[in-house]
């Protein structure tokens, strides 16, 4: 008789448990009902302006042979060589810019571009020379000079120092430069040189 009860009473005990288990599983799926979540997605979208060309990123300028003759005094330069800045996809966007742009003619210091044109800024990075700050440093044989950047122009630009404006419009933009040796002394001395130039080009 013990061994029966105690049978009934653990069918019981089972059968209470699955009665349990089916009000547990009702309950869970209708919590799960009534519970909302809520995602929080964040990001951003970024604009670049222009694509710089492969080609320009790094470029090998070459002076060309130069007589030393040409130099009489401080500051003569040799004939200014051209290299070229290519900017692609540059993108339309309204600028208000400060600037006395490169290229330019124009007496306002003040001028905005709200036409769709945007301006970059580039500074130009380097050594400077010992004797003209203005000048990038040049090493190998050469003394008496230094490199001499300016604008297609003929604007100076300095060495680590902000520069004008360049106004660049919607699509492609070619930024010309020149680079010229500079004497910083009465003459040069014969020899090869070299110099690095470093551009940065900053969008406004």
């Known amino acids: 008789m013990n061994i029966r009860c105690l049978g009934i009473v653990l069918l019981g005990l089972g059968s209470f448990s699955a009665v349990a288990e089916i009000a547990d599983e009702k309950l869970s799926r209708q919590t799960l009902l ?10 951003s979208v970024y604009a670049s302006p222009c694509v710089l060309e492969l080609e320009t990123q790094e470029q090998y300028v070459d002076l060309g042979d130069i007589n030393a003759r040409e130099f009489h005094r401080i500051g003569d330069r040799s004939t200014p060589v051209a290299f070229n800045i290519r900017l692609k996809d540059c993108q339309r966007g309204a600028s208000k810019s400060f600037v006395n742009a490169a290229g330019e003619a124009t007496q306002n210091a003040q001028r905005y571009y709200l036409t769709g044109e945007s301006a970059v800024s580039l500074s130009i990075a380097g050594d400077t020379d010992f004797f003209n700050p203005d000048l990038v440093r040049v090493t190998g044989d ?63």
């Open 34 to 43: 009534d519970v909302h979540s809520t995602v929080h997605l964040t990001g």
């Open 142 to 204: 050469v003394r008496g000079a230094g490199l001499r950047i300016s604008s297609k122009d003929h604007q100076n630009l300095m060495v680590n120092q902000p520069t004008s404006s360049w106004v660049i419009k919607p699509g492609d933009n070619n930024i010309t430069l020149n680079a010229s040796l500079e004497s910083t002394a009465q003459s040069v001395s014969a020899g090869t040189f070299s110099g690095l130039v470093r551009l940065k080009l900053e969008y406004l």
